[in-house]
């Protein structure tokens, strides 16, 4: 055959062998099957980039691949038969073109290579699926997994990756956005479910445009697929509302637009959005209901202003303010209405509800009503009452409320029975009950006796070491006699002992100084009335801002922890400024001072005053456990030169002070005290006391006092509960020396009761008389009692309210005194203790023969019962600096020299 003949058949043949080999390809290669069982796949070896222990993979990986495309219904070629084409054409696996040969040789439509990396616990599979016949371009597909015990589902996810490139659908390539124009791109983007490379799926594509849609910023939406290489391009085109360009409120009189606009989330600038503009309304709508207008009507308009800009109007028709007009409680027959409704926080429109905001309707307090009076026919013997939901009218002239009730019958009290696990005589665990002495007076059931009553008997066995003790209770009712038998059930349970006591937060505090407070140690039998104490005194001790103790089961159920949780607080304190008090005048004054020294408890303090009357300096220090003993040593060091009327006086001294407690609420203190003072610049006229005090003088005292102390609260916290009582003897000079002589004996009393609220009532008196002790020396001048201004009775000059010198009418002081305050205390601000007070303080002191409670000579008639009375206001701030106290007194009687009226500021005092 001639050459060129030669060349021109090959050719031919060649031609007609890739039409053939076209023609017998897969339908996958020339459109998109329905089904995975139409589809052949070749996998072959993957190269592994590991250590020698993973090379296993090399073929290990293909049939495991193999195996889970088998299972997801494609037809993998077998491993034999991959091996035999490979040998036919004498190539190796990992050749570039063994892949291609073999899928060719064994009529696969796709063919698998890749490898397989593992650095450090990451692993990674990269994976191509190659066309053999190249109508389409190699397709990757990528997975990644940590720790080799991940590689089953990250094969997994390389198949459901892959299975869309096998079944021949269609990639989203690209997502873009269209038509934003005051909203970012991203707004749309993060809503879409679908993602790039993913296979393109219709119902996702829908979703997705409901999604869009469903953001409320736009008016039209669309998705357009378009044709690009490699796949599809999603395009997901908008058409925004407009922006706004302003906000306006009309028919608006009651309230500001400003104040309208404030509750609307609505902003300039921002997209018209339905949703946002429908809560705004129903805000609208809430702001004017909270005052009364509950015929209110809200709606909106927008004004177009062009350029995709509108601006947005709320349209509002206030209405009439409505009141409530009357309250009806339909059904109440046994309970009078007017009783029944004091009990309710919802009021009916009265003369005085300008004052008290009475007759507005507060509808989250409905709920409340409901159950307030369910609460009050239950607390009264009506065991089965009900209280249905009311209902409520808006008219024109008001509001009308009615609450519907069923009463039943009325049911008293016939007896009260304890049963159980009893760990007492019943009538001892009676008398910790309050039902059993309303059943002795047949009263009626009382349901909140009965709750009280069930805490009671639990506390009572918790305090016995039943901390898990439980208390229930059973009623017999007795429908024809109308009476009701109450048994308390009790179960103890197991008794717990305390494992161990933990400590956490306290990032100053060392722990003994926290321990030595408790009352419950590791392995001490539970008990709640010492939990209880424990948290208080860690709260009255003041180095913590908050405390909580918290029982912790553990795996033994007779045994817990305690985990106690304290927050360190700043116990330092420094500072400096200018002050005024209307004795002192204006002066200045600095501060160093810290109560949790070194985290041990240790208090210290240096202070300074500078002033026209006064100018001290004053050194303290107290450790209130000795070596962590109950004893309690301090020291203080004092220098003053204070002005009085009639002379000047300059002290130079210290006292010991010791404290050891007797009891848990008992505190025994004494002191010695050594003053070397001096009494100079007498004025001319001047009472013979004072003239014969005149001079140098050494004091020598000792002090014993003994005070019981069971308030509650503690630092900037109110006591609400609890009462001070503190008795003192003090002698000085006798067998101790010096040049003072006498004896002073002294009570005080102090009372705290929480009555409504946070508002809380404090009663505090003294009492006091000072006499010559057994060297028969006159009482020294400065031993002596004078009343008046702050810390005695307020609204009267400080030292005025005195006996007078008969001779010179110059005030001398008593050999007796009492006064007694009056003060009624709410807290504005407990976190900043600010604490106000409105108070009635009472006084007087008497001289030698003279009668307390009687009138003493005076330049001016006595008041009644010889006492000199005040009313006024204060309030205290428990500042940086320590306590400030502004206050306003006015006297209710006349006194010398003194005006009827103070306002009085002082430092470092306590309400």
Known sequence: ????????????????????????????????????????VVVMPFEVNAGEDLKYLRQGLPDLLADRLREAGFTVIDKDTVQKALASKGLDASAPSAAKEVALLTNAGYAITGSFSKLGETLSIDARVTDPFGLKAPMPVFTSREGLINLLPAVDDLVTKMKGDLLGLERIVDIDVEGTNALDKDVVLLRLTTKKGEVLDAKAVNTDLKAVYDLGYFDDVKILLRDVAGGKKMVVQVVEKPRILALGVKGASEKSSDTVLKVVNSRKGAVLNPKVLAEDIAAIRELYRKDGYYNIKVSHEIESAGQGQARLNFVIEEGQKLYIKKITIE???????????????????????????????????????????????????????????????????????????????RFRVEKVTIEGDLIADQDKLLAETKLSLAANKKDYLDRSLVRDDL?????????????????????????????????????????????????????????????????????????????????ERLDKIGYFSAVDIEPVPTGNPEEMDLKIRVKDKDTGKIGGGIGYSTYDGVYFAGALDEQNMFGKGWGAGLAGQWGKKKTSYTFNVFNPRWDDSNLGVGLQAYNKDESYTDYQRSTIGTTLNFAYPVGEYTTLSWSYRLDRYDIYDVATGAASSIVDAEGVHIASAATASLSRNTTNGGGMTLPTEGTINTVSVTNGGAILGGHDNYIKLGYDFTVYQGLIGDLVIKNHAATAWVGRNWTNAKVPLGERFTLGGVGTVRGYSQRKISPLDDATGQAIGGDKMFFNNLDLLYPLSKKMGIISSVFFDMGNSWKEGEM????????????????????????????????????????????????????????????
């Open 1 to 40: 055959m001639p050459r060129g003949s030669s060349t021109k058949f090959f050719l031919a043949l060649a031609f007609l062998t890739a039409f053939l080999a076209v023609s017998a390809a897969p339908r996958s290669l020339r459109a998109a099957v329905t089904s995975p069982r139409e589809v052949t």
């Open 455 to 535: 805490k009671a008997l639990t506390e009572y066995y918790n305090n016995f070491g039943y901390a898990y003790a439980e208390a229930n209770v059973r009623m017999n009712d007795h429908p024809e006699e109308k009476t009701v038998d109450v048994i308390y059930v009790m179960r103890k349970l197991q008794k717990v002992y305390i494992r161990r006591v933990l400590i956490e937060g306290n990032t100053k505090t060392r722990d003994n100084v926290i321990l030595r407070e408790m009352r419950l140690a590791d392995g001490a039998l539970f008990n709640g009335k010492l939990l209880k104490r424990s948290t």
């Open 331 to 409: 059904g109440a027959k046994q309970l009078s209405e007017s009783e029944l409704k004091d009990d309710m926080v919802l009021k009916e429109r009265g003369l005085f509800s300008w004052f008290s905001q009475g007759g507005i309707l507060k509808e989250d307090m409905l709920e409340r009503d409901t159950s307030a009076l369910a609460a009050y026919y239950n607390n009264r013997g009506f065991i089965d009452a009900k209280v249905g939901s009311p209902d409520i009218q808006f008219k024109e002239d008001g509001i009308y409320i009615t609450f519907k009730v069923e009463e039943g019958a």
């Open 852 to 911: 307390p409670f009687s009138g003493p000579t005076r330049r001016l008639a006595a008041p009644p019962l010889g006492l000199y009375k005040s009313v006024g206001v204060g309030i205290q701030w428990f500042s940086p600096m320590g306590p400030l106290k502004l206050e306003f007194g006015y006297g209710l009687d006349e006194l010398y020299e003194s005006t009827k009226s103070k306002v009085e500021f002082s430092m470092g005092q306590t309400f």
